[in-house]
């Protein structure tokens, strides 16, 4: 069984960075696609990175194009997601997902590909 636990969450300023990690367990991390998504109050999940299984390519949201990269240490069984320049709105939960055979390509990620979930961490952008 797939086990995901995030950590690197918190509060930073507008303009900050942040890393989150996301530790996968329970199968080898790198056949397994894995994608990092978000939920703000009151919205739906929503798809901020992914990266596929073997693979190192990073496919983004147009939100995340440019200040967000994922990254995976397959050697350590950690995905990463590095988050730079961020945003008032970029304030969600964020969840680790990984799935065996998820479709991975820039701004259109189906929630139904990713089978394995983290309990999410908190990411506040606040002044």
């Known amino acids: 069984q797939v086990q995901l636990v995030e950590s690197g969450g918190g509060l930073v300023q507008p303009g900050g960075s942040l890393r989150l990690s996301c530790r996968v367990s329970?199968?080898?991390?790198?056949?397994?696609?894995v994608a990092w998504f978000r939920q703000a109050p009151g919205r739906g999940r929503e798809g901020v990175a992914c990266v596929g299984g073997g693979d190192s390519a990073g496919h983004y949201a147009g939100s995340a194009r440019g200040r967000f990269t994922i990254f995976r240490d397959d050697a350590e069984h950690i995905v990463y997601l590095q988050m730079n320049f961020l945003k008032l709105e970029d304030t969600a939960a964020y969840y680790c997902?990984?799935?065996?055979?998820?479709?991975?390509?820039?701004?259109?990620?189906?929630?139904?590909?990713?089978?394995?979930w983290g309990q999410g961490i908190e990411v506040a952008v606040s002044a």
């Open positions: 997902a990984a799935g065996s055979s998820p479709r991975c390509r820039d701004r259109v990620f189906y929630l139904s590909d990713w089978t394995s």
């Open positions: 329970g199968a080898p991390g790198s056949s397994l696609g």
